[in-house]
């Protein structure tokens, strides 16, 4: 087993327009993830699969962390 | 966002082997600065890009892709074995 740890944070959001695509059209703001290599990651807490908190920090100096965003992942939520 | 619930259950469909986590009130989102914004009808709605950050042990960000390049984890992936490598050589 692999040391690292492998943490998903998984966001899908339930499509608000469902039945209409999304106009190619509308002004979108310009993101850009604010964070760069070298940079001391920002803490979070958050819940998981079994309401359990998960919180960055505590991974401090036991293990490396994959977070992974995954947007529109159908999980019907 | 999805609810821890409706994560539980996807876990479940697809056997994951690590949590799934919720950012209900994009708390984390924001201070990664990782939603945007779409104006769809004169109303504001955010989605999160989606992106994979690889975190060494020492907190420090190792490794962001964005967008579509963060749909495939493979390089992400090979950003942890190295770590790992470098951990054991130690």
Not at chain 1, 15 to 32: D, F, G, V
Not at chain 1, 50 to 62: A, C, N, P, Y
Not at chain 2, 41 to 58: H, T
Request: aromatic share 8%; hydrophobic share 45%.
């Amino acid at each position: 087993m692999k040391r690292w740890m492998a943490a998903g944070l998984l966001l899908a959001m339930t499509p608000m327009m469902a039945a209409s695509p999304r106009p190619q059209a509308q002004k979108e703001e310009a993101a850009k993830i604010a964070l760069k290599v070298g940079d001391t990651a920002p803490d979070f807490t958050l819940l998981s699969d079994s309401w359990k908190t998960v919180k960055l920090s505590d991974f401090r100096g036991k293990k490396n962390v994959f977070l992974a965003v995954y947007v529109l992942a159908f999980t019907g939520g | 966002m999805d609810s821890p619930a409706a994560n539980a259950a996807f876990a479940k469909q697809i056997g994951v082997t690590f949590p799934l986590l919720s950012d209900m009130n994009k708390k984390m989102l924001t201070a990664y600065g990782i939603l945007k914004g779409y104006d769809v009808q004169s109303e504001n709605y955010q989605w999160a890009l989606r992106a994979n950050i690889v975190i060494d042990k020492n907190g420090v960000i190792q490794h962001i892709e964005e967008g579509d390049s963060a749909v495939d984890p493979n390089t992400a992936v090979s950003v942890c074995t190295k770590l790992h490598g470098k951990e054991e050589s130690k």
